[in-house]
């Protein structure tokens, strides 16, 4: 049998072995764009937006949920899509009545259609509630923000004031506050929620923004100069801002149910303003008698409620890395 020299013997032996595989695996990876997972220089690295969009797609809960708050917004800026009628529009004669052709909801103890005060309703709820958010969130976030990323006297001031504002019973401070307002518009309510409300919402932003301001990227950008506007606005508000935007989704559905709540103790929206609030509070002492007039407007406070706390925890679960 003829002898093998020593490079016929290092061929034959690495033949389909562990050389081959390797490399035919590096062939494979130039010939694939993109490495091995699919991601490279060629394909753009996923954000954190990004894959929250995608997992929220996929979520049954965010999905319902949304749907029923577009409805929700429809109905509150056109409301007459759906309800015809006035609902002011009320004659005694009808006062109590159950279900009627033309009037599923029954009328109330004025004599007024149910259905149409509660679609008409959404409009004050709903308004209360975003333009309540929207407050809270702007003041709490800048307030927040500013005392997390410069600390000293401003964080104890905002800490100091924070602890004031909530040792003030919310409820016993809508009594106080608004019952010196005569006002029937959705505004004094407004004001007293957002002033009220931001200490929550300042608390959170200020824990982010401390967080966030000791990762590498913020002292790397520190360290090459930028100033305080720029890292904040470019580096540290946009890693920041996810734990607000969770707490303000689902504080804006306690907000509703808190104008619900002043309404019904007589001191939020007052009438002719229509309000979920105020039907319930007149229908609580018919409730015997005709329960329809109780039973829709807080079915559909209770499911407004509920889709603004469903899609709150939606986002919080697709913004939340500890859950991925």
């Known amino acids: 049998m003829p002898e093998q020299t020593p490079d016929e013997a290092i061929s034959a032996a690495g033949a389909g072995g562990p050389t081959d595989l390797a490399l035919a695996e590096g062939d494979s990876l130039e010939k694939t764009p993109g490495g091995p997972d699919g991601t490279g220089p060629d394909t ?7 894959d929250a969009w995608r997992d929220l797609r996929r979520n049954p809960v ?15 800026i056109w409301p007459q899509l759906i309800a015809s009628g006035d609902p002011l529009d009320c004659d005694l004669g009808n006062a109590q009545l159950s ?4 009037h ?9 259609d149910v259905y149409t005060r509660v679609v008409y309703g ?19 976030s800048v307030l927040g923000a500013l005392a997390g990323f410069f600390g000293g006297w401003w964080d104890a001031i905002l800490s100091r004031l924070t602890d004031i504002f909530f040792g003030i019973p919310v409820v016993l401070g809508g009594l106080v506050f608004l019952s010196v307002v005569t006002s029937s ?18 608390r959170i932003a200020r824990g982010s923004v401390i967080t966030a301001k000791h990762n590498d990227y913020v002292q790397a950008a520190r360290a090459l100069g930028a100033s305080n506007g720029r890292m904040m606005l470019r580096h540290i508000a946009p890693n920041a801002v996810a734990p607000v935007i969770v707490v303000a989704t689902i504080a804006l559905g306690t907000y509703i149910s808190l104008e619900a709540t002043l309404s019904f103790l007589g001191v939020g929206l007052k009438p002719p303003a229509v309000s979920w609030g105020i039907d319930i509070s007149a229908a609580s002492q018919y409730i015997r008698n005709a329960p329809h007039m109780l ?14 706390i469903m899609l709150g925890d939606a986002v919080r679960d697709a913004l939340d890395p500890k859950l991925r």
């Not at 965010?62 to 509150?76: E, G, K, N, T």
């Not at 308004?127 to 929207?134: A, E, M, W």
């Open 44 to 50: 753009k690295p996923q954000s954190l937006w990004s």
């Open 62 to 76: 965010f999905i319902i949920s949304a749907l029923i708050i577009l409805f929700l917004v429809v109905i509150s």
């Open 99 to 102: 279900s009627r052709p033309g």
């Open 104 to 112: 599923p909801f029954g009328y109330d103890g004025q004599g007024c």
């Open 122 to 140: 959404a409009r004050n709820s709903v308004t209360v509630g975003i333009c309540s958010t929207l407050g809270v969130a702007l003041i709490g």
């Open 185 to 202: 518009t959705v505004w004094p309510v407004i004001g007293f929620i957002v002033l009220l409300g931001w200490p929550q919402i300042a």
């Open 295 to 308: 039973l829709w407007p807080a079915g559909a406070l209770a499911v407004t409620v509920l889709a603004f």
